[in-house]
């Protein structure tokens, strides 16, 4: 994996964990939070997120760790399957709920699309003929 799909990922998961402790800590700026963001089937739906986006930015963690020790633990598509995950949801319960709001849609849009980057680098990295 190259350097820079490596940091762009733990970029991007970080962004994640620094959602949460704002949420955790309640000092999301309210003019960014979303649509009915006080109401609690929209927070138990928000909150259902809190688990699948620890483990994608745990894991995305864990997996640069390895890389930089040249530790072969296998590639990294359940990371990227699990962050690609993340926004995939969210991106639907808006749709299905009929809401659209640039910062959210563009931010777990973000989560879909860096995944997908990162996964088609390494299918094309991995295509590339074996240096003779």
């Not at 563009?106 to 003779?132: T, W």
Request: glycine share 6%.
């Amino acid at each position: 994996m190259k350097s820079f799909s490596k940091s762009l990922l733990v970029v991007v998961d970080a962004g994640l964990l620094l959602y949460w402790c704002l949420v955790i800590t309640d000092v999301f700026p309210e003019s960014m939070r979303f649509r009915d963001y006080s109401n609690q089937v929209i927070q138990a739906w928000n909150w259902s997120f809190f688990p699948l986006d620890v483990a994608a930015a745990l894991t995305v963690f864990v997996g640069a760790f390895l890389i930089k020790r040249h530790v072969v633990a296998g590639d990294i598509v359940l990371v990227l399957g699990l962050t690609f995950c993340a926004g995939f949801m969210a991106i639907s319960f808006w749709a299905f709920y009929g809401d659209f709001e640039p910062f959210w849609w563009g931010s777990n849009a973000l989560l879909m699309i860096v995944p997908l980057v990162v996964f088609a680098g390494m299918v094309c990295e991995r295509m590339k003929p074996a240096a003779q």
